[in-house]
């Protein structure tokens, strides 16, 4: 639920601003009953008519990528598990030695597959994402 609490003359809202071309913060200056009219912007001081942000659009263009990003993300790590299905798990230690191909099991990630080693470090794939760690340290 959300509440939305009435504004009134002195109070901060965020406005595109025309001088500055991006959204900021500014200062309500004139209003017509609940209508916002005038702004003064707090960043550059300019003086202009009320421009609501325009956010929604890119929000849920934001979140459809998102979705789908971690959907593709999800169906790869899920090929890689299941090929490796049966596979022992390696529980994931700091000081572990690991190689490409291998199943670990992360305490906090959860299952993943070590997609590749650089050095001391590799790229694994869970199912919220590629994460890199660290391994073969000594304690």
């Known amino acids: 639920m959300v509440l939305k609490r009435k504004v009134k003359v002195g109070d901060e809202v965020e406005a595109k601003c025309g001088k500055c071309k991006k959204v900021t913060f ?4 004139s209003m017509d009953g609940d209508e916002i ?3 003064v912007c707090k960043v550059c001081g300019a003086r202009h008519k009320y421009r609501p942000p ?5 929000k849920k263009k934001a979140e459809k990528r ?3 990003k971690m959907e593709e993300n999800e169906t790869r790590w899920k090929e890689f598990v299941l090929e490796k299905d049966g596979e ?3 529980q994931y230690d700091i000081s572990g030695v690991y190689e490409e191909g291998d199943l670990i099991e992360h305490f906090k990630f959860g299952k993943g597959y070590v997609l590749e080693i650089m050095g001391n470090k590799m790229i694994v794939v869970f199912k919220d994402g590629e994460r ?3 391994f073969n340290v000594k304690k």
């Open 26 to 29: 500014h200062t309500i200056e």
């Open 37 to 39: 009219l005038k702004v």
């Open 54 to 58: 325009k956010r929604s659009k890119d």
């Open 66 to 68: 998102m979705a789908k």
């Open 88 to 90: 022992s798990l390696k």
């Open 132 to 134: 890199k760690l660290i």
